[in-house]
C-alpha cells in the first residue's frame, strides 16, 4: 500500500496487525512449502521401493545369467566328471540340470520375495487427499484492486 493511503475497508490497521495482502501472502508460502513437504515425501517413500525393486531385477538378473551363461560353460564338465565316478553318461547330465533349475528356481524365489515388498506412498496418498480436501473447502473470494496491483507488482 501507498504511504499514507488508507486501506479499501476505510480503517487504519493496529500496530502490529497485518493487512490482507500480507495474509495472503503467507497463506500463498504456507501452500507452496506444503506442497514441497509432499513432494519430498513422496520421494523419500518411493526411493525405498525403488531399492527394492532393483535388488529384486539384479537377483532376477543373475537368475538369467545363471541359467543361461552357466549351463554350457559346467555342464559337460560336471557330467562327466559323475559318469568317470561311475554313473551312467545320461544320469550324470540329469543330476546337473537338475542342480542348475534348482539354482534357477532360489534366485527367482529371491526375486519374487523383494518384488512382494514393493509398496505404493500410503502417507503421500493420504498426505495429498487431505490437503486436497482442504482445498476444496477452502471459499474463494475476489482480489481487490490492491493484491491485483502488488501481484503484478506495480505497488509494494
Partial sequence: ?????????????????RTVGELFADATAELSSLVH???ALAKAEIKADVVRGGIGTAAGAVAGVVALA????????FAWGLQALGITTGWSFAIVGGAYVLI???L?????RYFKKIRKPERTIAG?????????NAKPRPATKEEIDRALGRIR
Fill in 104 to 106: 534357477a528356481a532360489l
Fill in 108 to 112: 527367482a524365489f529371491l526375486m519374487v
Fill in 37 to 39: 513437504d509432499e513432494i
Fill in 70 to 77: 552357466s549351463i554350457p560353460m559346467f555342464s559337460f564338465a
Fill in 128 to 136: 495429498a487427499q487431505a490437503t486436497a480436501e482442504v482445498l476444496k
Fill in 1 to 17: 500500500m501507498a504511504a499514507g493511503a488508507a486501506p479499501s475497508n476505510g480503517r487504519t490497521p493496529h500496530e502490529g496487525e
